[in-house]
C-alpha cells in the first residue's frame, strides 16, 4: 500500500503523472457506470444524431452523397466508433454507439495526459507548472463533465488533435505536424489553417538582437508608441465593425431585420426572428474593443511583424510544400465526398453574426461563458495577458498565430470553438506563471474554483427534459446544462456566474504578488 502511494505520489514530476491519468481514469469509470447522459435524442444529443448515423450507415451515407460539407469535415470520430464496434463484433445500435463514444473519448484524455507529460518535459515545467497545466486542460466542464454526459460529439478528438499538434510543434516534427493536421482535419475544420501555420513557422529562430524587443520588457517611448498604435488600431477595427454591421442590416440599424439563423437555432431562443438591432452591437463593442486590444497586445511591437514575414521568407521550401498540402488535401477529400447541394448547419456568416450581434445588455458575455466552460484559467489569461503574450512569443509566430485565431473565434460565446486553441493558452499561461511570485493561498483559490467551474460533482438533470429538444433552452431544466453556453444563458445563469468570475479574478489577482522581471 505504501509503495502505490509512493507511485502515485502528487509532489513527485514522474509519479504526478500516473496520478494525473488515475483521475482521468476514474472519472471516466465513475460517468461509465453512474454518470448522467443528456436527455436529448435518447441520450444522442443534437448533432449527436447524425453522428449516430454516420455509425449506423457510414457506407450508405457516402455512397448516396447524403452528406455536405459541414459533416464530412467531422466524420473522423464516427469513423473510429464504427471501427471499434466492427472489431468487437457489437452491432451499432444506438446505446453501443453511445457507450463506444465514451470509451473512445476516455482513451482520447488519457492519450491526452501522457502527451501533456511530453509537453510539460520538453518546456521543463515544475511541479506546480505541470498541476495547473493539467487543471488547465483536463479538469474543466468540457473534460470532466461534457465529454461523458454528451459523449457522441467531436470535442475530445478536437482536443486530443491540439496536444498532438503542440506537442510536434515543440519537439519540431514536420512529418508527424503534417499527419496529424491532415487527419484531424476530419474532426475539427479549423485545424488544417492551425497545422499549416506551424508546419511554416517550425523552424523559426528569434534572432539575438530582436528578442529583447520581442519578448522582454518595453521602455517608456516604446510603450506610448505602442499604446498610440494600439488604439488607432482599435478605432479603425471598429469603424469596419460599424460598416460591417450596416451591411448586415441593410444600411437601417434602426430596423428589426431579421438575422440569418438556421430555423433550429431561432427554435431554441424562443424567437421567429432574431433582429440586428443597433443595442446587440453596442452590447458586443466591449467584447471587440478587448478583443482588439488582446490581438495587439500579442503581436507586441513592429520587430515581431518583421520576424513574421522574414520567417516566411526564409522558411525551407519543403515546409511550405507541406504547409500547403495540408490545406489542400483535406480541402480536395472533402470536395469528392460532400454533396455540394446539400446546406451546411453553419457558415461563415453566422460565425460574424454572433460575433458582432450578441444578445443585447449581456456585456461581456464571451468571457463568462470562457470561463465557465474552461475554468478559472480564463481568468488568469485576462489578468495577465501582458505575460502570456510575451511567453507566447518567444515560442515562435506559429504558436502566435494559433493564437491570433482563436480569438475572434471567442467572440462566438460558444467556447467550444476555442477546443483546437485552449492546450495553447495554458501552455503559454504556465509558463507566464513560472516566472509569478504567488501568495500562499493561490493554490487553494486555484483548487477551490478549479472544482467550482469543473461541476463534476453538479446533477444537471434534475428534471424530465420537455419536447422537442430543441425547444426552451433557456428554460429550467434544461438551462441547467445550457447555462455553459453563452448563446443560450439566461439573465438569471448570466448575472450570477458574471458576479462569480468577478469574485474569482479579484481573488487571483490579490494572491499573486508579481513577476520576476526579465535578466537583461
Same mark, same amino acid.
Given at each position: 500500500?505504501?509503495?502505490?502511494?509512493?507511485?502515485?505520489?502528487?509532489?513527485?514530476?514522474?509519479?504526478?503523472?500516473?496520478?494525473?491519468?488515475?483521475?482521468?481514469?476514474?472519472?471516466?469509470?465513475?460517468?461509465?457506470?453512474?454518470?448522467?447522459?443528456?436527455?436529448?435524442?435518447?441520450?444522442?444529443?443534437?448533432?449527436?444524431?447524425?453522428?449516430?448515423?454516420?455509425?449506423?450507415?457510414?457506407?450508405?451515407?457516402?455512397?448516396?452523397?447524403?452528406?455536405?460539407?459541414?459533416?464530412?469535415?467531422?466524420?473522423?470520430?464516427?469513423?473510429?466508433?464504427?471501427?471499434?464496434?466492427?472489431?468487437?463484433?457489437?452491432?451499432?445500435?444506438?446505446?453501443?454507439?453511445?457507450?463506444?463514444?465514451?470509451?473512445?473519448?476516455?482513451?482520447?484524455?488519457?492519450?491526452?495526459?501522457?502527451?501533456?507529460?511530453?509537453?510539460?518535459?520538453?518546456?521543463?515545467?515544475?511541479?506546480?507548472?505541470?498541476?495547473?497545466?493539467?487543471?488547465?486542460?483536463?479538469?474543466?466542464?468540457?473534460?470532466?463533465?461534457?465529454?461523458?454526459?454528451?459523449?457522441?460529439?467531436?470535442?475530445?478528438?478536437?482536443?486530443?488533435?491540439?496536444?498532438?499538434?503542440?506537442?510536434?510543434?515543440?519537439?519540431?516534427?514536420?512529418?508527424?505536424?503534417?499527419?496529424?493536421?491532415?487527419?484531424?482535419?476530419?474532426?475539427?475544420?479549423?485545424?488544417?489553417?492551425?497545422?499549416?501555420?506551424?508546419?511554416?513557422?517550425?523552424?523559426?529562430?528569434?534572432?539575438?538582437?530582436?528578442?529583447?524587443?520581442?519578448?522582454?520588457?518595453?521602455?517608456?517611448?516604446?510603450?506610448?508608441?505602442?499604446a498610440r498604435n494600439a488604439a488607432l488600431g482599435c478605432i479603425a477595427l471598429l469603424c469596419l465593425l460599424i460598416i460591417a454591421f450596416l451591411?448586415?442590416?441593410?444600411?437601417?440599424?434602426?430596423?428589426?431585420?431579421?438575422?440569418?439563423?438556421?430555423?433550429?437555432?431561432?427554435?431554441?431562443?424562443?424567437?421567429?426572428?432574431?433582429?440586428?438591432?443597433?443595442?446587440?452591437?453596442?452590447?458586443?463593442?466591449?467584447?471587440?474593443?478587448?478583443?482588439a486590444i488582446a490581438l495587439v497586445s500579442l503581436i507586441g511591437s513592429r520587430a515581431f511583424i518583421r520576424v513574421i514575414f522574414v520567417s516566411?521568407?526564409?522558411?525551407?521550401?519543403?515546409?511550405?510544400?507541406?504547409?500547403?498540402?495540408?490545406?489542400?488535401?483535406?480541402?480536395?477529400?472533402?470536395?469528392?465526398?460532400?454533396?455540394?447541394?446539400?446546406?451546411?448547419?453553419?457558415?461563415?456568416?453566422?460565425?460574424?453574426?454572433?460575433?458582432?450581434?450578441?444578445?443585447?445588455?449581456?456585456?461581456? !458575455?464571451?468571457?463568462?461563458?470562457? /470561463?465557465?466552460?474552461?475554468?478559472? #484559467?480564463? %481568468?488568469? &489569461? @485576462?489578468?495577465?495577458? $501582458?505575460?502570456?503574450?510575451?511567453?507566447?512569443?518567444? !515560442?515562435?509566430?506559429?504558436?502566435? /498565430?494559433?493564437?491570433?485565431?482563436? #480569438?475572434? %473565434?471567442? &467572440? @462566438?460565446?460558444?467556447? $467550444?470553438?476555442?477546443?483546437?486553441?485552449?492546450?495553447?493558452?495554458?501552455?503559454?499561461?504556465?509558463?507566464?506563471?513560472?516566472?509569478?511570485?504567488?501568495?500562499?493561498?493561490?493554490?487553494?483559490?486555484?483548487?477551490?474554483?478549479?472544482?467550482?467551474?469543473?461541476?463534476?460533482?453538479?446533477?444537471?438533470?434534475?428534471?424530465?427534459?420537455?419536447?422537442?429538444?430543441?425547444?426552451?433552452?433557456?428554460?429550467?431544466?434544461?438551462?441547467?446544462?445550457?447555462?455553459?453556453?453563452?448563446?443560450?444563458?439566461?439573465?438569471?445563469s448570466y448575472s450570477a456566474q458574471f458576479l462569480i468570475s468577478l469574485l474569482g479574478a479579484a481573488l487571483l489577482y490579490k494572491s499573486i504578488?508579481?513577476?520576476?522581471?526579465?535578466?537583461?
Amino acid at each position: 500500500m505504501k509503495s502505490l502511494v509512493t507511485l502515485l505520489s502528487w509532489k513527485n514530476k514522474e509519479n504526478s503523472h500516473r496520478l494525473m491519468a488515475v483521475i482521468i481514469l476514474f472519472f471516466g469509470i465513475f460517468n461509465f457506470f453512474w454518470g448522467e447522459r443528456v436527455p436529448a435524442g435518447g441520450g444522442l444529443g443534437w448533432d449527436g444524431l447524425k453522428y449516430a448515423d454516420m455509425v449506423h450507415n457510414f457506407n450508405f451515407l457516402f455512397s448516396r452523397g447524403l452528406l455536405s460539407g459541414y459533416y464530412v469535415q467531422r466524420i473522423l470520430p464516427s469513423a473510429m466508433v464504427r471501427g471499434f464496434l466492427l472489431i468487437a463484433g457489437a452491432s451499432t445500435s444506438d446505446p453501443n454507439i453511445i457507450r463506444g463514444f465514451e470509451l473512445y473519448n476516455l482513451l482520447l484524455l488519457l492519450g491526452g495526459c501522457w502527451i501533456w507529460k511530453r509537453i510539460a518535459e520538453k518546456s521543463d515545467l515544475s511541479l506546480s507548472g505541470r498541476w495547473i497545466g493539467f487543471s488547465g486542460i483536463f479538469l474543466n466542464f468540457e473534460c470532466s463533465k461534457q465529454t461523458f454526459y454528451y459523449p457522441v460529439l467531436t470535442d475530445t478528438t478536437a482536443l486530443f488533435t491540439a496536444l498532438l499538434l503542440l506537442m510536434f510543434y515543440l519537439e519540431r516534427r514536420p512529418l508527424a505536424l503534417f499527419f496529424t493536421t491532415c487527419i484531424g482535419a476530419f474532426a475539427w475544420p479549423v485545424v488544417s489553417v492551425c497545422g499549416a501555420f506551424l508546419i511554416v513557422f517550425l523552424r523559426t529562430e528569434l534572432c539575438s538582437d530582436l528578442s529583447p524587443m520581442i519578448c522582454g520588457n518595453l521602455d517608456g517611448k516604446r510603450r506610448a508608441a505602442r499604446a498610440r498604435n494600439a488604439a488607432l488600431g482599435c478605432i479603425a477595427l471598429l469603424c469596419l465593425l460599424i460598416i460591417a454591421f450596416l451591411l448586415m442590416t441593410q444600411g437601417d440599424p434602426n430596423v428589426s431585420h431579421a438575422c440569418p439563423l438556421p430555423k433550429k437555432w431561432l427554435v431554441a431562443m424562443q424567437a421567429s426572428v432574431v433582429p440586428c438591432s443597433l443595442e446587440r452591437l453596442i452590447t458586443a463593442l466591449p467584447s471587440l474593443f478587448c478583443a482588439a486590444i488582446a490581438l495587439v497586445s500579442l503581436i507586441g511591437s513592429r520587430a515581431f511583424i518583421r520576424v513574421i514575414f522574414v520567417s516566411i521568407r526564409r522558411a525551407p521550401l519543403r515546409l511550405v510544400s507541406l504547409a500547403i498540402l495540408a490545406i489542400l488535401i483535406p480541402s480536395l477529400i472533402v470536395k469528392m465526398l460532400a454533396n455540394p447541394s446539400l446546406a451546411n448547419s453553419s457558415s461563415l456568416e453566422y460565425l460574424l453574426e454572433f460575433m458582432l450581434l450578441p444578445p443585447p445588455g449581456k456585456f461581456f !458575455l464571451t468571457f463568462v461563458s470562457l /470561463a465557465v466552460f474552461w475554468g478559472p #484559467l480564463v %481568468l488568469l &489569461l @485576462m489578468l495577465y495577458w $501582458r505575460e502570456f503574450c510575451s511567453e507566447a512569443r518567444r !515560442l515562435g509566430p506559429g504558436f502566435v /498565430a494559433i493564437i491570433g485565431i482563436s #480569438l475572434p %473565434l471567442s &467572440l @462566438m460565446s460558444e467556447p $467550444r470553438f476555442l477546443t483546437v486553441a485552449w492546450p495553447f493558452f495554458v501552455l503559454a499561461l504556465v509558463l507566464a506563471l513560472e516566472r509569478s511570485i504567488v501568495d500562499a493561498t493561490f493554490k487553494y483559490i486555484l483548487g477551490g474554483f478549479t472544482v467550482l467551474y469543473a461541476q463534476f460533482w453538479m446533477k444537471l438533470n434534475l428534471a424530465p427534459w420537455e419536447l422537442p429538444d430543441w425547444a426552451a433552452l433557456q428554460d429550467f431544466p434544461k438551462e441547467v446544462y445550457f447555462m455553459h453556453y453563452g448563446l443560450w444563458m439566461n439573465w438569471i445563469s448570466y448575472s450570477a456566474q458574471f458576479l462569480i468570475s468577478l469574485l474569482g479574478a479579484a481573488l487571483l489577482y490579490k494572491s499573486i504578488i508579481g513577476f520576476r522581471r526579465e535578466k537583461k
